[in-house]
């Protein structure tokens, strides 16, 4: 029944390490998003997928690569962890593009040690 | 600049109380949306309303209203009689017809005392 579900829901991890976060919607939208929310609730969008393909890449390290199998699902893999990387990360869908309603999943709290 | 402003950092109320949350936004567009979402303890974040530059109307939902002014660059969320489950953080965005991008205000924690 879950719109948009983010898997873990936390993930806590050493520096230099590599991790993964999944995401997927199942309201047959055709565009998704990663945002990161920091320690002081700020949200900003990292990247949107419309269709597979990649739309919004806002000046993030290139440690971060999302990949986008289907347009069900895009995760989001993080390459040589940093402490700077502790943050709650949402991923959302949107039925096409150009400021339209998005659904947010649950977040994945990321805690770099 | 693209940019929107949510002065208030926090606010706390009784219950029962109104209270005004204000957003200010800047954009050079003409065409632009503006967008709130609550994001309540679980942590979640909840669409609560979506309006675009070409309707000033103000709008009702029970006891969630919003009123939007061009003039002033704001559109502000009230909620009336508000209860302990309004606790939560309030975001207001701004987002245009031909990006998928939400720019966020930096939020406003809403604390609703018993």
């Known amino acids: 029944d879950t719109a948009v579900s983010q898997t873990p829901k936390y993930l806590v991890t050493q520096m230099g390490n590599d991790k993964s976060i999944k995401c997927e919607q199942n309201l047959g939208h055709d565009t998704m998003y990663w945002y990161k929310q920091d320690s002081k609730k700020f949200l900003k969008i990292m990247f949107s997928?419309?269709?597979?393909?990649?739309?919004i890449n806002e000046t993030v390290p290139n440690r971060f690569s999302p990949k986008s199998p289907d347009k069900a699902h895009l995760n989001l893999h993080i390459n040589s962890l940093e402490l700077g990387d502790s943050a709650v990360y949402f991923c959302a869908s949107s039925l096409g593009q150009g400021a339209s309603k998005q659904y947010f999943g649950p977040g994945t709290r990321l805690t770099v040690t | 600049a693209q940019k929107v402003t949510q002065a208030q950092t926090e606010i706390s109320v009784v219950e029962k109380e109104d209270v005004t949350l204000d957003c200010v936004y800047e954009?050079?567009?003409?065409?632009?949306?503006l967008f709130w979402y609550k994001q309540p303890p679980s942590g979640e974040l909840v669409f609560l309303i979506r309006?675009?530059?070409?309707?000033?109307q103000n709008e009702i939902s029970g006891r969630y209203s919003w009123n939007f002014q061009k003039s002033t660059s704001s559109f502000n969320f009230t909620i009336t009689a508000s209860q302990v489950v309004d606790s939560a953080v309030y975001f207001c965005?701004?987002?245009?017809?031909?990006?998928?991008?939400?720019?966020f205000g930096t939020g406003t924690r809403l604390q609703v005392f018993p």
């Open positions: 997928y419309n269709n597979k393909e990649l739309i």
């Open positions: 965005a701004l987002s245009f017809y031909n990006t998928d991008k939400l720019i």
């Open positions: 309006r675009n530059s070409f309707d000033e």
């Open positions: 954009t050079r567009d003409t065409t632009y949306y």
